[in-house]
């Protein structure tokens, strides 16, 4: 079955870039059929879509993030990945990766997660 | 962008009991609406989509209803194992995904 695993640096200092991958395995992202995306959710709180990515390379960002998000994919390695920019303190969260089965919109498959936190 | 508010935030019911949770959407949403379980320390369980559909695997005492602006999310008796934080989310193609502020369901 498919799984999905993130990683990434858990600690980012204030105003650098937060970059996460996240590995899928068992299946191939070059198969088509799904999106992929990053979701994160903020120590005790709730959960925000940051935005997705298809095999073919397009995205859609969550506008409130989109000026700082890119996600890309490397279908040659099985990985898609989220670069955040200029974060802050804000932006301290648990991060997932997940699969969206369309057209629901729904997240079938997630990753365990990681920590990032960002402080000098 | 379309905002999304559960109620209870929080409930306490015994084991057996009926438990419902509602959504609501700030526009129409169609049956773009699911629900998701998360258990502490753990990432979210999708458990219903589009609304009404019982993802593979899980049990039946979970259901929803709804389409719209108002939905229902019912576990029909309440088991130690349902303990956990519900959320739901809903999807729009334009303008993307949300999700609820979630209700926290423990044991009384």
């Known amino acids: 079955q498919v799984q999905l695993q993130e990683s990434g640096p858990g600690l980012v200092k204030p105003s650098q870039t937060l970059s996460l991958t996240c590995t899928v395995s068992?299946?191939?992202?070059?198969?088509?059929?799904?999106?992929w995306s990053w979701i994160r959710q903020h120590p005790g709180k709730g959960l925000e879509w940051i935005g997705y990515i298809y095999y073919s390379g397009s995205t859609y960002y969550n506008p409130s993030l989109k000026s700082r998000v890119t996600i890309s994919v490397d279908t040659s390695k099985n990985q898609f990945s989220l670069k955040l920019s200029s974060v802050t303190a804000a932006d301290t969260a648990v991060y997932y990766c997940a699969r969206d089965k369309p057209p629901y919109g729904a997240f079938d498959i997630w990753g365990q997660g990681t920590m990032v936190t960002v402080s000098s | 962008d379309i905002q999304m508010t559960q109620s209870p935030s929080s409930l306490s019911a015994s084991v057996g009991d009926r438990v419902t949770i509602t959504c609501q959407a700030s526009q129409d949403i169609s049956n773009y609406l699911n629900w998701y379980q998360q258990k502490p320390g753990k990432a979210p369980k999708l458990l219903i989509y589009?609304?009404?559909n019982l993802e593979t695997g899980v049990p039946s005492r979970f259901s929803g209803s709804g389409s719209g602006t108002d939905f229902t999310f019912t576990i029909s008796s309440l088991q130690p194992e349902d303990i956990a934080t519900y959320y739901c989310?809903?999807?729009?193609?334009?303008?993307?995904?949300?999700f609820g502020p979630g209700t926290k369901v423990d044991i009384k």
């Open positions: 989310q809903q999807y729009d193609n334009l303008l993307g995904f949300t």
């Open positions: 068992g299946g191939s992202i070059s198969s088509g059929g799904y999106y």
């Open positions: 589009d609304a009404s």
